[in-house]
């Protein structure tokens, strides 16, 4: 079931311009429509539209970043027949209009460290983060996020620079997904658009409220064809210019 989802997953990453429909897709994995969407669903976690857009988001950030082509002209190139509908799109997903990404990518994208505290009694999450030894400097970022995509700006975000504790404060309560990607700090490719991150870590969803602080333990992992895009916008993917380092949380090593 996973090497069809797969297959599909590849068919938009080649054709995320054209008007792919979820019947183009089941035909695709040989499954019925309602098959393929939950057996999509179950292996991705999330459906296969929402997948689909955000490929198409990916790459519209790229065409911002390697092209002068205008934002309508863009929006037009992943497929979108509405520049309003994809500009509201790419807003919500990335955290900027698609024209303050491009601006920014050429003066400096910042890190989404700003914490976004609730009124009044707040809640935290908190655990510890396992990052593989590469040998390599790299920067974890840590975000609580209302949705299973990590999109827009999380409700809390920190950075480590290596293994240890993370702690995400001043949560409103409600349920939350915690995603965690891990980037290169050096030796970066000079072209944005050729940027991948390193390694990701996600949960199932966790209830935060403020008498009960959640420990949610985080283990990066290589990224997969079904893991989702990076949408939201860090400064070691998405900026032209080598980013300078930001304060970060302490981390302890581990063995």
Sequence with gaps: MESAVERVIATMWDRYHEPLSLADMADTAIFSRFYFSRV???????????????????????????????????????????????????????????????????????????????????????????????????????????????????????????????????????NYFIHAVAVAQQELDPRPWNRRPLFVANNQSVQVTADNPVRVDLRLRPTRITDLPVLIALPELDSRRVPAPVLVAAADQVG
């Design 40 to 174: 999509f669903r179950s292996v991705t976690g999330t459906s296969p539209g929402r997948f689909l857009t955000a490929i198409r988001l990916y790459k519209a950030k790229n065409l911002l970043l390697q092209t002068s082509a205008s934002v309508t002209e863009v929006s037009y190139l992943v497929g979108y027949n509405s520049p309003g509908t994809f500009s509201s799109r790419f807003t919500r997903s990335v955290g900027m209009s698609p024209g303050q990404f491009r601006d920014l990518s050429r003066t400096g994208i910042t890190p989404p460290l700003r914490r976004q505290v609730g009124i009044g009694r707040t809640g935290q999450v908190t655990g510890w983060l396992y990052a593989p030894k590469t040998g390599r400097p790299m920067r974890t970022y840590i975000g609580a996020f209302e949705s299973n995509i990590p999109e827009g700006q999380p409700k809390a975000c920190v950075a480590l620079d290596a293994s240890g504790k993370y702690e995400l404060d001043g949560l409103p309560d409600g």
